[in-house]
Each structure stands twice: as C-alpha cells, then as structure tokens.
C-alpha cells in the first residue's frame, strides 16, 4: 500500500505570514493532487501537478511536485483567514481510472 | 457545475444494524468512489466502480459492501454495523480518463455514528 505523510499535522499561524506544508511518500506517482476541505463540506481540488519539478501557482499558493515525482509541497504566502482549512495531498499511479491514496492531512488556522 | 449528493448529512444507528449510504451524482461519470476520513488517517478507500455492475475493493473493504445498479448512483451498505465503522463517509465521482488525470469530486460527506 502506497502511503503519503503531510507534515505538519496541524499548523496555527497569524494572518500575513508564510507557510509551506509537505508531502511526502517512498512511491512515484504520475500526478498529485492537491485538495482542500472546509467544515462541513467535501474536498474541492486545487490543482493537480503531472510532471517532475513542475511548479504551479494559484493566486497566492504556489505547488511543487518533487523532481522524483514522489513529494510535493504547497507554498502559501501572506496567508489569509480564507485560508484556513484541512489540505490534502492525493497521488495518482497512472492515468485514467486509477485510484488515488490520500495523505494524512493538514489543519490549518489563520489568526487574524 | 459536478453535482455528487449524499442522502444523509447525518446519521445514528445502532450496532448490528444493516445500514445503507445512498451517493447520486449528476455527470455520467463513469468513476465512483467510497471513501471513510477519519482524524490522522486522511480519507482511506472503501470500494471503487469503473462502470455499472461492477465494483473493486479498495484498501479497506471488510464490512463494507456495495452497490451500483445505474451509472448515476453508487450505494455503500455496512452489512452490520459496529462501533469502529463510525466516521465520516464520503462519496467521489470521476469521468473515465484518456490518458490524462480526471479529477474526483466529493459530495459533502455522511457522518455516521454507531452506537
């Protein structure tokens, strides 16, 4: 069984300042997701990254995928309240009608 | 916009019972997808459908069955329920991909006690 660790488990930090949250696995993946979950709702999906070292950025989140294609990390600068959420990575092992291992997760709070 | 409903936002029953999940989606997607989440363990795969009729396990499937009888709707049954089966359940759908990534789209989850 493929496995994806997120680190940190849980991050709390005041609103303006930067973060980066990991994700990481032993196994190559031929995409990586990245999604995220707020209260009471479903994971809605960020972005999803194909090749090695790609880097994506969505207005303030910046995404990598590990040239090895087997870890990934978010980048968040000046974080906001709207920020706050659970993030999920997810990785892919082909293309198609594969199925996607989830990592552990990251909670995270913007202070205001 | 993809539509994925879960029949219940809520749900309570007690250990032994035979417990049914209902998950409708409105895209012909070809992809469904159980999922449990629990704190810690991130969203773990119950069962999973390519098409109608037919279902695969995922990584965790004891005491867990399906069914898929329309394209449209992907059933999860807890064939009797126990105190450990309560979580979050969430339900995914996804179009077959051509060679490129498709992204799953959740509903909003059931959150099931058993007690």
């Known amino acids: 069984t493929q496995l994806l660790e997120q680190s940190p488990q849980f991050l709390s930090i005041q609103e303006g300042e930067n973060l980066t949250v990991y994700c990481n696995s032993s196994s190559v993946f031929s995409s990586l997701q990245w999604y995220r979950q707020e209260p009471g709702e479903g994971p809605v999906l960020l972005v999803t990254?194909?090749?090695?070292?790609e880097v994506k950025k969505l207005k303030r989140l910046t995404f990598q995928f590990g040239d090895a294609r087997k870890d990934s990390s978010l980048h968040i600068t000046a974080a906001q309240p709207g920020d706050t959420g659970l993030y999920l990575c997810?990785?892919?092992?082909?293309?198609?009608?594969?199925?996607?291992?989830f990592g552990t997760g990251t909670r995270l709070t913007i202070i205001p | 916009d993809v539509k994925v409903t879960q029949s219940s936002r809520y749900l309570v029953k007690r250990t032994g019972e035979k417990v049914f999940l209902e998950c409708v989606q409105d895209m012909d997607h070809e992809n469904m997808f159980w999922y449990r989440q629990d704190p810690g363990l991130g969203l773990r795969l119950i069962y999973f459908?390519?098409?109608?009729?037919?279902?695969e396990k995922g990584d965790i499937p004891e005491g867990y069955s399906v069914s898929r009888e329309k394209k449209e709707r992907f059933s999860l049954i807890l064939e009797s329920a126990s105190t450990n089966q309560t979580s979050m359940y969430l339900c995914?759908?996804?179009?077959?991909?051509?060679?490129?990534?498709?992204?799953?789209?959740f509903g909003d989850g059931t959150r099931l006690s058993i007690l």
């Open positions: 990254v194909v090749t090695g070292g």
């Open positions: 459908s390519y098409d109608v009729k037919m279902k």
């Open positions: 997810a990785g892919a092992s082909g293309f198609g009608n594969e199925k996607l291992t």
């Open positions: 995914a759908s996804s179009a077959r991909g051509q060679g490129e990534f498709q992204p799953q789209h």
